[in-house]
């Protein structure tokens, strides 16, 4: 099968292609330009490196965010454009989950996180259960002192693998350097997460967990600005 992915979450986006589970193509978003000129000419360019069209792919997976609302929008509208054009089948993967999947975890905590600008992160901790990952709450938006006090209160002594596209954000908290005094690591996650989050669609086909391309939706956890300058609504977090 083939299994086309896109993640435009933020400027850090990716496209990437899987033939029976193998990576055969992926490319980078690194010029700065915007989604809606990029995606299709990667697309285009990454099912030339694969040496196969769209009519061929068997599986579309796209990140559902959180991150910005242009981009996730661009990424969605277009896989489900392409779902109801050609009949595809489709898996929408949390792009914090993606992050935290990267990880061989030998604990019982994984906390993923990456820039969401203002001074805050996207966040969310997972518990390692039986190999898989469950996620303790919602995904989050929040400043990075409040992000280690959610994972203290959840946590508490046990060990945390932490995981993010920008670990400075945390690193050089009081707090955090507490929890790596007594055994918690940091690891930087890669910046092209389309490979990990085709690999998951993959996982979640294989299981018969598909999403419903009609319903899919992305999760912006905070609003954009539009949306809050046109309520006059000081909030941030819904």
């Not at 109801?84 to 792009?95: A, L, M, P």
């Not at 992050?99 to 203002?118: H, M, P, T």
């Not at 969310?124 to 929040?142: D, F, I, P, S």
């Not at 203290?152 to 932490?162: I, L, N």
């Amino acid at each position: 099968m083939i299994t086309l992915a896109i993640d435009t979450s933020d400027a850090r986006g990716s496209v990437a292609v899987l033939r029976d589970g193998a990576l055969v193509a992926r490319q980078a978003h690194e010029d700065g330009s915007d989604y809606s000129a990029w995606l299709l000419v990667a697309v285009e360019n990454v099912l030339a490196e694969a040496k196969t069209g769209i009519s061929e792919v068997g599986l579309l997976g796209v990140s559902t965010g959180p991150g910005s609302f242009t981009g996730l929008r661009v990424g969605l509208t277009t896989v489900k454009a392409w779902a109801e054009v050609y009949g595809k089948s489709v898996v929408g993967i949390s792009r914090l989950e993606a992050l935290a999947r990267i990880l061989e975890v030998k604990v019982r905590w994984v906390a993923s996180s990456y820039n969401a600008q203002r001074g805050q992160v996207f966040a969310a901790l997972y518990k390692v259960e039986a190999n898989t990952l469950t996620r303790m709450g919602e995904e989050l938006v929040v400043s990075p002192e409040e992000f280690v006090e959610f994972v203290e209160a959840r946590a508490g002594k046990d060990q945390v693998d932490w995981i993010s596209l920008d670990p400075k954000l945390i690193e050089d908290l009081g707090t955090f350097q507490q929890r790596v005094s007594a055994g918690d690591k940091l690891h930087l996650g890669p910046a092209e997460l389309a490979p990990v989050i085709a690999r998951l669609a993959d996982e979640r086909a294989q299981a018969g967990q598909f999403s419903d391309p009609l319903a899919l939706d992305a999760n912006y956890v905070r609003r954009s600005d539009a949306e809050l300058f046109w309520k006059g609504s000081p909030t941030s977090v819904r």
